[in-house]
């Protein structure tokens, strides 16, 4: 009796397990097919641009990642080179996906962001004992304007972004130092901020569809930097 009892649980889970899988898979179809017909509706428009080609997939990507990561501070150089490097045949198996509103790449592209983000959440409490400590009197060399190529890399990166944000806060308020308790009340600030910008991206795949319309809008622009 208790092993079928047991059973008939197990069963209930999947069961439960396998609709709600369906249920995801529909719902991501949905939104999919609707960012679909949005950007044939904005090629429609467009007056040089009729349909989604490799290189508008490419700028798209690229788009995407600085949209989210301008200032280079969360993602590895080897997490974007898939996207920013992808081969021709690849990115026009891309454009070929579209037009059955299958935008598996940048689905997956979104979730290497949300990891990011958990990524530079613990890196940024790790360097938190070192801001502490820092003497803000020294010179400290700004990030480089590439992305990083190792973790270690990422986490000095993020340091002296943090370490910058105190200094500037220093001259502001025209003082040569701050006590433990106002660095930790202004990191505490910047902490705050930092994680109501990253909230966008870890919302539901509605929240995606935005970024990667906005990403496509100005990959149609031909005078883009990229």
Same mark, same amino acid.
């Given at each position: *009796?208790?092993?079928?009892?047991? $059973? ?9 397990? %396998? ?14 097919? %609707?960012?679909?017909?949005?950007? =044939?509706? *904005? @090629? ?23 949209? $989210? ?10 997490? !974007? ?9 690849? @990115? ?8 059955? /509103? ?16 958990? +990524? ?17 009197? #020294? ?14 890399? @990422?986490?000095? +990166?993020?340091?002296?972004?943090? +370490? %910058? $944000? @105190? !200094?500037? =806060?220093?001259? !502001?308020? /025209?003082?040569?130092?701050? %006590? ?5 009340? #202004? ?5 705050? +901020? $930092? ?14 569809? *935005? ?16």
């Amino acid at each position: *009796m208790v092993c079928r009892r047991i $059973f008939y649980s197990f069963v209930l889970i999947l069961l439960c397990s %396998s609709f709600l899988f369906k249920e995801r898979s529909e719902h991501r179809q949905f939104i999919s097919e %609707s960012l679909s017909k949005s950007i =044939e509706k *904005m @090629l429609d428009y467009h007056v040089e641009y009729k349909k989604f080609t490799p290189e508008i997939a490419l700028r798209s990507f690229k788009v995407f990642i600085d949209q $989210f990561d301008s200032l280079k501070i969360y993602l590895l150089r080897s997490e !974007i080179d898939q996207y920013v490097s992808m081969p021709y045949g690849d @990115l026009k198996k891309v454009a070929k996906l579209h037009k059955s /509103g299958n935008y598996q790449s940048f689905y997956e592209l979104n979730e290497c962001i949300r990891l990011s983000i958990y +990524r530079a959440r613990e890196i940024r409490r790790c360097v938190r004992q070192r801001l502490l400590e820092s003497d803000l009197s #020294l010179e400290c060399a700004e990030p480089k304007e590439v992305f990083a190529a190792s973790s270690d890399e @990422l986490a000095e +990166r993020n340091y002296r972004k943090l +370490r %910058s $944000f @105190l !200094i500037a =806060e220093m001259k !502001i308020e /025209g003082v040569s130092d701050f %006590s433990k308790d106002q660095r930790i009340c #202004l990191l505490d600030l910047c902490e705050n +901020r $930092f994680q109501k910008q990253e909230q966008k991206y870890l919302e539901g795949e509605e929240a995606l569809v *935005m970024r990667v319309l906005k990403a496509f809008a100005k990959s149609l622009d031909a005078h883009s930097s990229f």
